[in-house]
């Protein structure tokens, strides 16, 4: 087989607060499957979308690449969405929202991730930490035989056909504010708890497995971080064409059996859950479904089985969109929104990392110089208490009482204000950096549908130069119409849940720092009452 | 003459926060009376009286050095506490508290003092400032002919004789926690306000007055810093062997007209006037009451003149106090009493030392980092505000606003924070400031006693040989007896007051304190208030 396939990595690596972006393409070709040759790396221009976007699944009647004369069919080649889509595993799929699967190829492409160690955007910790963990995390997999080689080899079309046909449709209303995905009247939602450590091959490995409790069953199911992550490949499969899908929280090698670092990691998954659960279309689905509430070990396995054979993935994914009662969209229009949002999530990229950077420097001084400096002098009054009460002098106890218990009030507020950012700037950076990531998957998602969008603006073109037909034209129209409907109901539950979350996070910092201040407050009410002038 | 003369000056130079300490010895010899030279200058060993002390008051019976033989005798020489005194003025005096005054020698030194630049201990600004200064200061007594120089032609034995007639009877009372000053039953006390610029010699020189009103009598007099000085000089003089007299705040050349400045010297200047109207002794001595309540200009006048040609200066002054009802004090007891409060004194230097350095270093981080961190945080918020606003979404005008007021209550808060020393730490770094000028002055106060107590302990040797008689010695041991009693007095009236002192400083600091963070808080309460999840 001769394809090329590019999959681009955009990484970060967080040292000490200085952000670095590394963008790596890799390239796979008739190599090994576990072989990676690293083409370049360069830095990444912040907020773009750079990366040339795949836009083959409009080429239908182009001429393609000599290089993609040899890509198999899909069997259901006759599907109009698939049309677009067939050539996209042949074409130059810099754009994993376009990215193949199903079909040997992907299939293949797939298992090299897995193996070669494919990690998602902004996940990247360095080729060295990156394997060492992924080994471990993944090392279940490759010893039992389990989904990602075996199924190579059992799966097949006939499977794969299955899978496809399974997929639901996706409701598109028309709210106050515009399209609006569907939103079920319960809102689900989950609660990720309780870490144990496990083991398996005796001991030898062992891993932390989290309780996941949907609010819809009430009863928990097991995942470990690697479950996650495999849920999180399948829904930017199947959405990320269509839906910005967020990371997950770095992975880390050291210390990752550490009580703070579960800690943490729970409290982001749980994070990355409410966000997916928070999603109509991604928590409907039914991947998610079953991560959310399998019955047993053989139900688990055999959904992960189907999900990972399910064909609507991509761009095929709008073929489910259906925007009911929603008229066809004037381009123009919906050009300006495009450019509009792409602006404000540029600039919203900005204002979080600064927020981000500022919230660091000043977590640093509140846990650093501040509660030293506090200590000091706390530590300076009650020095004094003691000379004082060298002076022999009859009658002080009082002050030096008082100035010890003012002293002791300084070293009080010190371990507060030291303590303090873990319960009030912990959650502003946490919201913060959830939104980063989020940010940080808008410029492709956009990116997908500006590209849709210059193509349906050249069909007239190409109506007058006979490779298309007017009808052909209006079919393109239409489904560049669906994807802007489905954008921009994206838009608009990004923006409602933006409002939400801010004012959530905003009145949580306020509360604590109330809190924090009126204690602060009280503490030095109780230290002054004990001085006296009379 | 042939006579030797040392004064120390112990100085101070605040250097940011660094405090260099230099005692410069200069002796006056034979040379011209504005002559200066300065011998040595060696670092200051803390917290000691390692200078040499003047121990000559004592030695009446002692073979007296070579150079002291031409020394004129007093006219008073048959007091039994000048035959102490009359050697002072030929022996090694290193010791201000030793100095003689009142005999054409003493003045002639004096003099030299006043043209040459005589400062307090810790008031010295270096060689070049303090004569630029202190030019200004004085040049109108210069032109005008005024009474430093003046009075040497003028004034004689028979007007010196009369000031000495006129120093009062000191009280000193047992009381609860041993002797204590008599103190009165109306405390004095006194505001300096106003400071109005004025000007002399047709506008060619201008200086700062500043308006003096006592509690007493509520009738304001003017006074330039110059005759703050002069009152500085004449009470050190007079009474510094036996009280403590605070240097006044420190001389500066730059800026001497600017606001700021003069704000700060008039709340210095207070602060020692307060202090010293505090004190029994001091209050109702002549000069003071001269300074506070003088009729008009020839009052003044006349007034300072008297006191400059008081004789009861020194060690002088203990002749003029008057333990009632005492008996003579166990010396050992005495000792113990007085290493004590050396030790004390010692301690509570550092540990008011340490207090401003941790003050100093927090001033510093809340007027500089601290706010300007608030502030970063401030425009974050506001500028992620006005990110939203160009969401283009619908309904979000509530989260904005507030976001907008939160970082404008965080830039409030900034500002807050950077003015807030000046409500708080300022009276505390005031205070302890003040504080560290008068335990400045024990070393040498204490170390006074100290050399009287060792002396009456070698009586009996003394005794033995024949050199004095056992009258003599029951003489010395009344003596020391009296001036052990008076430094008692001294150290009640520190302690007393240094409880009160610190326990209001302690009190006005929380206080503050507590209002700066409830209003924090308050502020805070109301930028929550506008955040709404519904």
């Known amino acids: 087989m001769n394809y090329i396939h590019y999959i681009h990595f955009m990484c970060h690596i967080i040292l000490n607060n200085i952000y670095i972006y590394i963008y790596i393409y890799i390239q796979f070709g008739l190599v090994p499957e576990d072989y990676i040759e690293i083409n370049q790396a360069q830095p990444f221009t912040s907020g773009g979308n750079a990366a040339p976007l795949d836009l083959s699944f409009f080429d239908s009647h182009m001429p393609t690449p000599a290089s993609t004369a040899q890509v198999s069919h899909r069997d259901n080649g006759n599907d109009p969405w698939t049309v677009f889509d067939n050539n996209a595993s042949g074409g130059f799929s810099n754009n994993w929202a376009a990215q193949p699967e199903g079909t040997e190829t992907g299939k293949t492409s797939s298992n090299a991730w897995h193996s070669g160690g494919h ?22 997999v490759k010893s039992s035989g389990g989904y990602a080689e075996s199924e190579a080899g059992e799966g097949g079309a006939i499977n794969r056909g299955g899978a496809h046909g399974s997929s639901m449709k996706i409701a598109l209303n028309n709210g106050e504010v515009g399209p609006v995905w569907a939103y079920p009247d319960y809102q689900l939602d989950c609660v990720v708890a309780d870490p144990k450590k496990g083991s398996k091959l005796y001991g030898l490995k062992s891993y932390i497995e989290y309780q996941v409790t949907p609010t819809t069953t009430n009863k928990p199911v097991n995942h470990r971080y690697k479950h996650f992550d495999w849920l999180y490949e399948r829904l930017l499969e199947k959405f990320g064409s269509a839906i910005p899908i967020p990371c997950l929280p770095d992975k880390q090698v050291a210390g990752r059996f550490e009580d703070e670092f579960i800690k943490m990691r729970m409290e982001r998954l749980q994070g990355w859950m409410t966000r997916m659960c928070r999603h109509p279309v991604i928590s409907s689905s039914e991947v998610f479904q079953l991560f959310l509430s399998y019955k047993d070990e053989k139900d688990w396995k055999m959904g ?51 927020l981000l950077t500022i919230g660091n420097e000043h977590w640093k001084r509140c846990t650093g110089p501040l509660p030293k400096e506090y200590q000091r002098i706390g530590k300076a009054f009650q020095n004094l208490s003691s000379v004082f009460t060298s002076s022999g002098y009859e009658g002080e106890a009082a002050l030096t009482d008082a100035l010890t218990a003012a ?103 306020l509360e604590q720092q109330v809190k924090f201040y009126e204690m602060i407050a009280e503490k030095l009410r109780h230290a002054h009452s004990r001085f006296t002038t009379m």
């Open 119 to 140: 990690g998602h955007p902004q996940a990247y910790q360095g080729p060295g930490a990156e394997d060492d963990e992924w080994d471990e995390e993944w090392d279940d």
């Open 304 to 354: 992960k089985r189907k999900a990972e054979k399910d064909e609507t993935v991509g761009v095929m994914v709008f073929s489910t969109i259906e925007p009911e009662g929603l008229p066809d969209l004037d381009l123009i229009e919906v050009e300006q929104k495009c450019e509009q949002f792409n602006r404000f999530t540029r600039a919203m990229d900005d204002g979080v990392k600064d």
């Open 407 to 509: 002293g002791k009030t300084y070293e009080e507020i010190a371990q507060m204000v030291a303590e303090q950012p873990k319960k009030d700037l912990h959650f502003l950076m946490e919201t913060n950096n959830e939104y980063k990531g989020l940010l940080g998957c808008f410029p492709d998602t956009v990116g997908v549908h500006k590209a849709a969008i210059e193509k349906v603006k050249e069909a007239d073109k190409l109506v007058a130069a006979g490779k298309i037909t007017p009808s052909d034209k209006t079919t393109m129209s239409k489904r560049a119409s669906t994807m802007s409907y489905s954008l921009q109901a994206e838009m608009n539950h990004f923006h409602s849940n933006r409002i939400y979350d801010y004012n959530r996070v905003m009145q949580q910092y």
